[in-house]
């Protein structure tokens, strides 16, 4: 299997800076068994920070995407797997729907403390980051965010989200309209990692051809992993998040795209947080 990774280097769907410089930290003296490395700047914007903005950098995002979106779409074109590297998990619309334009039906494995489930009706922050999981399943009053692909969405009964436990009151009810399953960081806790992931691998799996899988960094406790933009506090341990990918692993063959997002190596202390996101990206790579 060959490997490309994809710098998603923007930090455009969040009001706090740093995430567009994720990407660059986690590879930074990591050697890893990769065919090849591509790179998606963001424009240098005055970007907006505006709390009563509630489309927040709606226009440099949107080209941000496209550009990620049209790079891996190459990247897919020569059969390799794309890995992409956040940024804020805004950069997952373009990485997910460029791999569903590829494979044309596959089922998403969200692992995030919050939904992303909100769309410009129900967002409260105006931070575009909020909205990826509903555009990616073309959720109501998401289009805005997606104008870039023509093609298809991920299925809601084919999306699973696992480690939430930030959910806002009417993102929610947008969950439960599109039928998504939720596995809480207390589901985690309770029934293990192994029993979550298998039954999140079955519903992504039913009668698609592959998983995208999104893996935000901040479902883990920010007491453990600080270096993230929105912490979420009482989240999954260290030790529960390598589970997590080494079920991944387990899965690889079935698995056509991944994320890693959400790195935010301004808020770091001790680099506690790369070490975590290098680790993870090992894991799967070599």
């Given at each position: 299997?060959?490997?490309?990774?994809?710098?998603?280097c923007s930090d455009l769907g969040v009001h706090v800076n740093g995430s567009d410089k994720g990407p660059n930290f986690i590879l930074d003296n990591n050697k890893l068994k990769i065919n090849k490395i591509y790179s998606v700047k963001k424009d240098n914007v005055n970007k907006s920070l505006d709390i009563n903005d509630k489309e927040?950098?709606?226009?440099?995002?949107?080209k941000f995407n496209e550009e990620l979106y049209n790079v891996i779409k190459e990247s897919l074109s020569s059969n390799s797997l794309p890995i992409t590297l956040g940024g804020d998990h805004s950069v997952v619309i373009a990485?997910?729907?460029?791999?569903?334009?590829?494979h044309k039906n596959l089922g998403v494995i969200w692992i995030d403390s919050?939904?992303?489930y909100n769309n410009f009706e129900t967002t409260i922050s105006g931070n575009l980051h909020g909205l990826p999981f509903a555009t990616i399943t073309n959720f109501k009053d998401t289009q805005k965010l997606?104008?870039?692909?023509?093609?298809?969405?991920?299925?809601?009964?084919?999306?699973?989200l696992i480690g939430a436990r930030d959910l806002d009151e009417l993102e929610i009810k947008n969950l439960e309209e599109a039928g998504i399953k939720i596995f809480t960081t207390d589901d985690i806790k309770e029934y293990g990692v192994s029993y979550v992931m298998d039954k999140?691998?079955?519903?992504?799996?039913?009668?698609?051809?592959g998983v995208h899988i999104s893996y935000?960094?901040?479902?883990?406790?920010p007491k453990l992993a600080p270096g993230v933009s929105i912490p979420a506090i009482n989240g999954i341990n260290i030790d529960e998040a390598y589970e997590i990918m080494d079920e991944i692993v387990k899965n690889k063959e079935n698995i056509k795209s991944l994320d890693l997002v959400e790195y935010n190596p301004d808020t770091d202390i001790?680099?506690?947080t790369m070490i975590i996101a290098q680790n993870l990206l090992k894991k799967f790579i070599n």
């Open positions: 299997m060959k490997i490309d990774l994809i710098n998603a927040k950098n709606l226009v440099s995002l949107n990485s997910a729907l460029a791999s569903i334009s590829k919050h939904g992303d997606s104008c870039f692909h023509k093609e298809n969405f991920y299925n809601p009964k084919n999306s699973v999140a691998f079955k519903i992504a799996s039913n009668n698609t051809i935000d960094i901040d479902v883990i406790d001790d680099n506690k």
